[in-house]
T-cell receptor, first 117, second 113 residues
């Protein structure tokens, strides 16, 4: 079946602009995660959704970052007034649910490479 | 919150040799430890994982060991092949405090033919 997909694959924007990054999780997966990966580092958690609600947004760096998942499937990460320091690969992951079961592996998308000039 | 340290940051081995990557974590409540392989420009892919009620798990050439008392876990790759070359990330997840993964800094493994 189809894996997690993300669009666009690359996004170049100017400092101060607004951007939206989209994530399509695996069909039926109720949990969705956003991570940010800077060059040469491991992914860092931003926010996760269980269904439509943000269950934990403690990783969002500031109030310029916001994410939604209105119908419990597709999610959009929104960044206002972009800064050069926002440049990174933004990864989305989904899992069937949350909990201790073996089926809760997180499957990652290919990421969106954001470059802020 | 959880903190995961990973070392070495780079590892070069000859084809056929073994490779070992080590991670430590800080939160004793963490109970699930996956390992991801990421090739250049690609998505992270799960290669093996282990839960806190298990001390060791093996899948063909790869194995993971967990020492809960010392709060460290390791990835072992035997009979390395050039296609094993990639960046490997360990991670820890605490189910009772959120479901996010906290990743280590990564290890770049280079297998020389």
């Amino acid at each position: 079946g189809a894996g997690v997909s993300q669009t666009p694959s690359n996004k170049v924007t100017e400092k101060g602009k607004y951007v939206e990054l989209r994530c399509d999780p695996i069909s039926g997966h109720t949990a969705l995660y956003w991570y940010r990966q800077s060059l040469g580092q491991g992914p860092e958690f931003l926010i996760y959704f269980q269904g439509t609600g943000a269950a934990d947004d403690s990783g969002l760096p500031n109030d310029r970052f916001f994410a939604v998942r209105p119908e419990g499937s597709v999610s959009t990460l929104k960044i206002q007034r972009t800064e050069r320091g926002d440049s990174a690969v933004y990864l989305c992951a989904s899992s069937p649910g949350v909990g201790y079961g073996v089926y809760n592996e997180q499957f990652f998308g290919p990421g969106t490479r954001l470059t802020v000039l | 919150g959880e903190n995961v340290e990973q070392h070495p940051s780079t590892l070069s081995v000859q084809e056929g040799d073994s490779a070992v990557i080590k991670c430590t974590y800080s939160d004793s409540a963490s109970n699930y430890f996956p390992w991801y392989k990421q090739e250049l420009g690609k998505r992270p892919q799960l290669i093996i994982d282990i839960r806190s009620n298990v001390g060791e798990k093996k899948d063909q050439r790869i194995a993971v060991t967990l020492n809960k008392t010392a709060k460290h876990f390791s990835l072992h790759i035997t009979e390395t092949q050039p296609e094993d070359s990639a960046v490997y990330f360990c991670a820890a997840r605490t189910f009772n405090a959120g479901n996010m993964l906290t990743f280590g800094g990564g290890t770049r493994l280079m297998v020389k033919p």
